[in-house]
């Protein structure tokens, strides 16, 4: 008898984001994880996509913060999802490493997810978020982990980061431009940011919000909506 | 051309030495009689190894180890057996600590307890620290084996050197059988020769360490809950008032492990634990 | 057999999560027993010789064909608190994944499947080792080497330690290494004859009390 862990799980280890398909066949949940500097508001997208979207979507949020929880204890007071369907990966410091180079906690974190929410009997999820602890512009998502990424900078970072470029911006699934609100208090000139943004990342696409306005993270959630369209129709 | 070879100093393989020390071991066994009481069929000393009956409340047996002279010296060969068969409760305690000291030789003494618990039946095995003197060497096993409804209390306490003294080598070995399956299994090995004992990875300049362990079928049903002992402020190497944590095992058992300056200060982190564990 | 593969299995940036875990530094820290390079070799070579030598020889033994739940027994009695015993399975989950994509082999599969949540680490390792075509003393040289290149690399982050220091400190341990790695892939073989006592059960009370301890912080950078 052990008495560490008495619950049994299913055997699951997929390699990575790479295998499209449960065990049983049925397409896995889409992966997207989002990344970007400190203090763009990530994690408020990350609560604001899960107040818009946990109506018509099962989705569940992996965290990686730098100091153990601190991302994921913000979402669990925000309450923008039950506590069970929010996990959160401790990094030893370093959010890129877990996010790009050893991506194993993360996987585990994912596919514990998809147990926990299946166990429920509510049916399977649909999607998980993975989000980055606060990094540098040049901190990306490996392949092995999410299908696609958004990155997130924001207006108050100053409006030469979409010219400096950096993995982030200019290979990025989805740019989000935040707190376009503030542009006028910090003198930052959008259409300058967008035709920035344009020559560096050709025809991806980029999306200006401002989080605390009504709606406002709607350019992300409906790009989302999009992804998880594609993603329904892919083979299985 | 013949080479001229010396002779060859031909040597058997030496014998093991004759230990120059004493060899005993003491028995006790603890047996149920037709009413359900504790008696003590065999309870037999040896040597250092005295045995003393206790005065005891209903349904138990009481022994206390008593050391009839200064022991283990250097090549002694000690062993203390006890088994409760089942449905007893036996508790040994000690009247003194037993202090390791260098016998004339140089030579490793031994001391290997065998304790047998057998079902529904409870052993208590609380002795004294064991201190380590400078330039003693003892080599000390406690093996256990546990019936899958036996209950086990036991403390483990050592104290390396005596006061301001440096410590001699000690080496000990605690293996837990429980229905023949290893519930723990833990060494220490402290002092002269043994590599990276000293350090801030395993007592950090404390003296005294100990374990409090705790079998029993109750834990099945809910693990023991983890506690820190002691509640010390960290950084105090050597002169706090120690530390130490008590937390479940894999089986179903929970172990106290502490550290302190003396052996005043780990019995206290012990007490508590035991406080905590038994209610 | 290829002595590249110990090096893939050796590299601090396999994929198997132990960039987030401290080897009991960040605690060793916080309480100013590691404060500069001395003091990291001091405390590394205490882990070295206990938790080290511990996990080296289960490694070796996994790598030598022994039972590796058997082994996996073995290292919860020798893990007598429950914050290591989840580390070492959590670590021992993702090695599992990182093992399974590289050196593919059913005797991985057969242990996953037994032990969903994780088997101890150095068992994987071991068996990972196995795969990869490694001798047992392979395996301990992979595991003693981690044991004390995890606290050392975590210092570094911690206290902003130079890195030159930190790494001469792994260079300084390089006999104790040899020692350890020795000893356990010496005691792996005697498992044969002897059964599992024979794999050493060294105890670093101090580890084991300050994991406990650290595993109930609210704030720290390192899972363990």
Redesign the interface.
């Known amino acids: 008898m052990h008495l560490d862990h008495k619950d049994t799980f299913p055997e699951r280890y997929t390699y990575s984001a790479a295998a499209p398909v449960r065990p049983d066949g049925t397409r896995r949940a889409l992966r997207i994880g989002l990344g970007g500097p400190v203090g763009t508001g990530k994690t408020a997208t990350v609560a604001a996509l899960c107040r818009a979207l946990r109506d018509e979507l099962s989705i569940a949020v992996v965290t990686n913060d730098i100091y153990t929880r601190e991302d994921a204890e913000f979402l669990l007071r925000e309450a923008v999802l039950p506590p069970e369907r929010i996990s959160a990966v401790e990094t030893g410091a370093c959010p890129h490493t877990a996010i790009r180079d050893d991506i194993s906690a993360n996987l585990e974190a994912v596919e514990d997810l998809e147990a926990a929410v299946g166990a429920e009997g509510n049916g399977p999820l649909d999607l998980v978020l993975v989000e980055s602890g606060g990094d540098n512009l040049t901190a990306t998502f490996s392949k092995g982990l999410v299908d696609a990424q958004i990155f997130v900078i924001d207006v108050a970072g100053g409006d030469d980061i979409p010219r400096k470029g950096g993995p982030g911006v200019t290979s990025a699934d989805l740019l989000v431009i935040n707190k376009t609100d503030l542009a006028p208090y910090v003198g930052v000139d959008l259409e300058g940011m967008a035709r920035d943004a344009k020559a560096q990342r050709g025809e991806l696409p980029v999306a200006f919000t401002a989080l605390k306005a009504e709606n406002g993270v709607r350019p992300v959630a409906d790009w989302v909506r999009a992804r998880l369209a594609e993603w329904t129709v892919g083979p299985a | 051309m013949t080479l001229a070879l010396p002779p060859r100093a031909v040597r058997p393989p030496a014998p093991a030495p004759p230990s120059a020390g004493l060899h005993a071991t003491a028995r006790i066994v603890a047996r149920a009689d037709a009413a359900g009481a504790t008696r003590l069929p065999v309870l037999d000393g040896d040597g250092p190894l005295a045995l003393r009956r206790i005065r005891a409340g209903a349904g138990q047996a009481r022994v206390c180890v008593v050391s009839a002279m200064s022991a283990p010296l250097g090549g002694d060969r000690l062993a203390l057996e006890a088994t409760a068969e089942a449905g007893t409760a036996l508790h040994v305690t000690a009247a003194a600590a037993t202090v390791a000291l260098p016998g004339r030789t140089g030579e490793t003494a031994t001391y290997d307890v065998r304790l047998t618990v057998g079902e529904g039946a409870r052993l208590d095995w609380l002795p004294e620290p064991l201190i380590s003197a400078r330039g003693s060497d003892l080599r000390m096993t406690t093996t256990v084996e546990l019936a899958p409804t036996a209950r086990l209390v036991l403390r483990e306490e050592q104290v390396l050197g005596r006061s301001g003294e440096e410590t001699g080598a000690l080496r000990s070995?605690l293996?837990v059988r429980r229905a023949g399956?290893?519930?723990?299994?833990?060494?220490?090995?402290y002092g002269p020769g043994?590599?990276?004992?000293d350090?801030?990875?395993?007592?950090?300049g404390n003296r005294a360490?100990g374990q409090l362990l705790v079998v029993g079928p109750e834990?099945?049903d809910g693990?023991a809950e983890?506690r820190?002992l002691g509640g010390a402020p960290?950084?105090q190497?050597g002169d706090g008032p120690g530390?130490?944590?008590l937390?479940?095992?894999?089986?179903?058992g929970a172990?106290a492990?502490?550290?302190a300056p003396d052996a005043l200060r780990l019995r206290r982190l012990l007490d508590e634990a035991a406080r905590a564990v038994t209610g | 057999m290829s002595r590249a593969a110990l090096l893939v299995l050796a590299d601090g940036r396999f994929p198997a999560g132990g960039h987030a875990h401290s080897g009991g530094a960040e605690p060793a820290v916080a309480a100013g027993r590691i404060k500069d390079a001395a003091t990291l070799e001091r405390f590394c070579r205490g882990r070295l010789h206990t938790a080290g030598l511990v996990a080296a020889a289960l490694a070796a033994a996994a790598a030598a064909g022994c039972d590796p739940l058997l082994l996996d027994d073995a290292a919860d009695a020798r893990t007598p608190v429950p914050a290591l015993r989840q580390v070492a399975r959590r670590l021992g989950r993702q090695m599992m994944r990182a093992a399974r994509a590289t050196w593919p082999d059913p005797a991985l599969d057969a242990l996953a499947a037994a032990r969903p949540r994780g088997a101890h680490q150095p068992v994987v390792l071991g068996l990972a080792a196995r795969s990869a075509g490694l001798a047992p003393l392979d395996a301990a040289y992979a595991v003693a080497y981690e044991s004390i290149s995890g606290p050392a690399t975590a210092t570094v982050r911690l206290l902003s330690l130079d890195p030159f220091d930190a790494t001469a400190v792994l260079a300084h341990l390089a006999a104790d290494v040899d020692l350890v790695a020795r000893q356990a892939a010496a005691a792996a073989e005697r498992v044969a004859t002897e059964g599992i006592d024979a794999l050493p059960a060294a105890s670093a009370p101090l580890l084991d009390i300050t994991a406990q301890a650290h595993a109930a912080w609210p704030v720290r950078l390192f899972a363990s």
Request: without cysteine; negative net charge; aromatic residues 4%.
């Open positions: 070995r293996i399956r290893t519930l723990l299994d833990q060494e220490t090995a043994g590599p990276g004992w350090t801030s990875a395993v007592l950090d360490l834990f099945e693990p983890v820190l960290e950084g190497p530390q130490g944590v937390a479940p095992l894999a089986g179903p172990l492990t502490a550290v």
